[in-house]
């Protein structure tokens, strides 16, 4: 089981970004799966996952109705893009993966899922 992420830069407030996280050994649908972030001297949190059974998205409150979680089957691949970026938004962000059968309210913390990719940077300059 493999995560490569990949797509962060620097961009300015307001701005965009399209995050990729491309599996490999797995089939995204089958596990659960999201976005994490870890700004400078802060814990790493969950910004956004799948649903593995409902494929629902699911978005933390400081992002919802800037970012979108979204999965192409084809490519095995899963994305986030990221609209009206802002600079407290800068972090590094990682994709993980979990088999484990959790609850909702588990699927935010880092500490249920075994597969991460390795992070790419996002800034954003104000």
């Known amino acids: 089981v493999q995560l490569q992420a990949y797509g962060g830069g620097l961009v300015q407030a307001g701005g965009s970004l399209r995050l990729s996280c491309a599996a490999s050994g797995f089939t995204l649908g089958t596990y659960i799966v999201g976005w994490f972030r870890q700004a400078p001297g802060k814990e790493r949190e969950g910004v956004s996952c799948?649903?593995?059974?409902?494929?629902?998205?699911y978005y933390a409150d400081s992002v919802k109705g800037r970012f979108t979680i979204s999965r192409d089957r084809a490519k095995n691949t899963m994305y986030l893009q990221m609209n009206r970026l802002r600079p407290e938004d800068t972090a590094v962000y990682y994709c993980?993966?979990?088999?484990?059968?959790?609850?909702?309210?588990?699927?935010?913390?880092?500490?249920?899922?075994?597969?991460w990719g390795q992070g790419t940077q996002v800034t954003v300059s104000s």
């Open positions: 993980a993966a979990t088999q484990r059968q959790i609850i909702f309210s588990q699927m935010w913390s880092e500490e249920e899922y075994d597969n």
């Open positions: 799948f649903s593995k059974d409902s494929g629902k998205p």
